[in-house]
């Protein structure tokens, strides 16, 4: 290729580390071909990045697919490996600081960070072609060898924490059952007051009963395979379905009467806990299919049932592991089969097979 055909991106320079590094911006369309990323033949201390995780693309190009006004992607940083020069528009100092950044069409960009980014980009618009013109901000760094190109990556990512799931499903206004079980703990006399919208677990002094996480999980465990279109209908179904179970679990109403502390039930109970919660949801979606006129009147069998942590016959390998709450799906089955049998509900053959292979370890409380 000619040396003198080169790429030119209005750019704003900046300084970091005494470095310079220019912030541009990119078509969507662009963006596959001019960065590139050190792909999986090449051993992980010869490369500047991550190993690209293939299973993650899918979901992020349809993010973008799905909701094409409203989507956003941050900035990608590269490096740049090649000369470059930056052409300033102005001579006053500040107004230098905007400009031309050339770069040869030789010279090689690596993603530095964003290269998920990147593949879902690619993928996005061969479902979304319109999207090409439309672009993405871009910070490039001049590049100065592979070891700093590693320690870019390493620095970029250093304090790089995931928020939460309850605080994701807080600012999350697409999720619909999000926007459910935000909806249900507002107008819920059960929840109101006693639900940590930020954290996805719970200290021993907070105030609160149940995370947001965990009312989300359950909401759609107990909506799943129901046909309501009507948003009003479901949340309908489920704050009746929540009020009811809270008739009939003293705990709860004895931490929003003041005779006990959140921490209190939380500790000395496992109905707070999330893995219980969805049980009751599991338990509530087959009571309401199988008995939708009288099912409130069922229900009310959960009020027999001891759901102190210490009870050790029925919920040891069910919800609880050596003590302690364990949340995994097959913990959330068991402890629905238990749930399930004091109602007096039939077990799935999915259900049963499970309860079977935990009888065979010796384990009977049911």
Not at 239 to 261: I, K, Q
Request: glycine share 6%; charged share 30%; with cysteine.
């Amino acid at each position: 290729m000619p040396a003198d055909f080169e790429y030119v991106f209005p750019a704003i320079r900046g300084i970091q580390a005494r470095r310079e590094y220019y912030a541009s911006m990119c078509p969507l369309r662009l963006i596959p071909k001019l960065f590139i990323f050190d792909g999986e033949e090449i051993a992980p201390e010869l490369r500047a990045q991550r190993h690209l995780n293939k299973a993650r693309l899918p979901e992020m190009s349809r993010y973008v697919a799905e909701n094409p006004d409203d989507y956003v992607f941050s900035a990608i940083t590269a490096s740049i490996d090649g000369s470059i020069s930056f052409e300033r528009l102005s001579d006053d100092e500040r107004a230098g600081r905007v400009g031309l950044l050339r770069v040869p069409m030789t010279a090689r960009f690596v993603i530095n960070d964003g290269q998920h980014r990147r593949g879902a980009i690619e993928m996005a618009l061969k479902q979304r072609p319109e999207l090409s013109d439309e672009t993405i901000a871009v910070v490039f760094f001049h590049d100065a060898g592979l070891d700093r190109c590693q320690q870019m990556f390493a620095d970029l990512n250093r304090y790089a924490v995931r928020p939460s799931k309850s605080l994701g499903l807080l600012y999350d206004h697409r999720d619909e059952v999000a926007e459910l079980a935000k909806t249900l703990i507002k107008r819920s006399t059960v929840f109101s007051g006693l639900v940590e919208l930020e954290k996805t677990t719970l200290s021993r002094r907070s105030g609160r009963l149940f995370t947001l996480s965990a009312i989300y999980n359950a909401t759609g465990e107990l909506l799943r395979d129901f046909d309501l279109e009507d948003p009003q209908e479901a949340a309908e179904l489920a704050l009746a379905f929540w009020e009811a179970v809270a008739r009939h679990v003293r705990e709860w109403e004895h931490v929003r009467a003041g005779r006990a502390t959140a921490g209190e039930i939380r500790t000395d109970y496992i109905h707070t806990h999330g893995v219980v919660l969805q049980a009751l949801a599991r338990t509530g979606n087959a009571l309401i299919q199988q008995h939708p006129k009288d099912w409130p009147d069922k229900i009310g069998r959960i009020a027999d049932i001891d759901w102190r942590r210490d009870n050790g016959n029925l919920w040891d390998g069910r919800a609880l592991l050596a003590g302690k709450v364990r949340m995994s799906q097959n913990n959330v089955l068991l402890t629905a089969n238990a749930i399930k049998t004091r109602l007096g509900l039939p077990l799935t053959p999915d259900e049963q097979r499970i309860e079977d292979a935990f009888a065979r370890h010796g384990h009977d409380g049911i």
